[in-house]
């Protein structure tokens, strides 16, 4: 499956110690790309969204925490010390700094947590070779989470017909993820095998990933694609032009309800009033066993100038108004059709599907 993109969306720089990014904030008009090397740097790079989608998330803080793990070492070598303990409360409070980066992608937590399981199962083992198993380990999502994206895609494609118009909103593409994307998979995917898809991409306000991430992606892989604002999505449903929509999430409860970026819910509701199926793509890293309903997930909240002054040459609300600026909302499961992992396409009663699609991966 080829996509159009000549640059990684996140890289281990492991002889410079570097975290590497593209600079999602820059794009499309500038690929910039950024080498982070302290933790506060690869904090703020994701709290500011120069690399975000869920799983680009949790691949980001998987390499970052492997890099805290060295230096670490390097401090306690310098201390000609090698203490399981001091290595393992440094290790928790990097981990610890990281996932209070955002919220409400569990991919960020479920990622470290299974870093600090490798320290915490190899507690015999030397530091330096606990270490070496951490870079591994953070290799392993990465190529894992490439591995997700093309099983999403073959997924998804069986869901779609040629010459489908397909809508999808904000960006849960190749710049989300390590390769692919999810919701786009079965847009490349389609594109290879000459299906002359349609797709409408919503601009996604207030930080337009839809207009500046996912039409740019698409575009250069030569896929057809549309912008439109959010608030045309009816419209086009309207005419006809959409046969499916597709989106990615950050976090899907374990009845099936969905968070994913602010506005999917709409998109949702829409989609079930036009008789559009609607299809969630959440790799099970996404699906979070712990909770059982959408209103356990936590939601972000950002700053009000991403709202009033972000993006215009003035800022464009009066003085003293009052902004609100949720960045994710959660779609209710049953305006779900489906929910579309690497393990199959679960439907409802998602209790039970998702229960059978987590089993999945316990059993590779
Ligand atoms: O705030 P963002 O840009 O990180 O939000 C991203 C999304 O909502 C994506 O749709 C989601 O993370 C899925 S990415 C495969």
Same mark, same amino acid.
């Given at each position: ?115 600090? !399981?490798? %320290?915490?199962?190899?507690? &015999? =083992? ?5 270490? #070496?198993?951490? +870079? ?106 959409? !046969?499916? %929509?597709?989106?990615?999430? &950050? =976090? ?5 309800? #969905?968070?994913? +970026? ?103």
């Amino acid at each position: 499956m080829k996509t159009g993109l000549t640059f990684d969306t996140v890289a281990l720089d492991d002889e410079n110690s570097a975290l590497v990014i593209i600079d999602q904030t820059k794009l499309p008009n500038e690929e910039v790309i950024l080498h982070l090397q302290t933790q506060q740097e690869i904090h703020e790079a994701i709290y500011l969204l120069q690399v975000r989608g869920a799983p680009a998330i949790g691949v980001a803080a998987a390499y970052g925490v492997y890099l805290a793990a060295k230096e670490i070492l390097e401090k306690e070598s310098g201390n000609g010390t090698d203490d399981y303990d001091a290595f393992l409360k440094a290790f928790t409070e990097a981990s610890a700094y990281l996932n209070s980066a955002r919220p409400t992608a569990v991919n960020l937590s479920w990622a470290l947590r299974r870093m600090e !399981q490798v %320290v915490r199962s190899h507690a &015999d =083992r030397p530091v330096p070779e606990i270490v #070496a198993l951490l +870079k591994q380990e953070a290799v392993a999502i990465q190529e894992e989470d490439i591995a997700i994206c093309r099983s999403i895609g073959e997924y998804g494609l069986t869901l779609i017909k040629p010459g489908d118009g397909i809508l999808t909103h904000c960006n849960a593409g190749q710049l989300a993820t390590s390769r692919y994307g999810t919701a786009t998979a079965p847009m490349y995917l389609g594109h290879e095998k000459g299906y002359d898809l349609h797709v409408y991409a919503d601009e996604t306000r207030p930080l337009l990933q839809g207009a500046r991430l996912t039409a740019y992606e698409l575009s250069k892989a030569g896929i057809d694609v549309t912008l439109i604002c959010d608030n045309m999505a009816s419209t086009v449903m309207k005419q006809g032009k959409i !046969q499916a %929509v597709f989106v990615g999430c &950050d =976090r899907v409860a374990m009845n099936g309800d #969905a968070a994913n +970026k602010i506005g999917t819910s709409g998109v949702a509701i829409l989609a079930k009033h036009y008789g559009i199926p609607f299809y969630v793509c959440a790799p099970s890293s996404t699906i979070d066993e712990k909770i059982t309903d959408g209103s356990m997930i936590p939601i972000e909240e950002r700053n009000g100038e991403e709202i009033s002054t972000m993006w215009y040459e003035k800022k464009m609300t009066a003085d003293g108004v009052k902004t609100y600026n949720p960045a994710f909302d959660v779609t209710d499961h049953e305006l779900i059709s489906a929910i579309i992992t690497e393990n199959g396409i679960a439907r409802a009663p998602y209790t039970e599907s998702l229960k059978r699609m987590l089993e999945g991966t316990k059993g590779h």
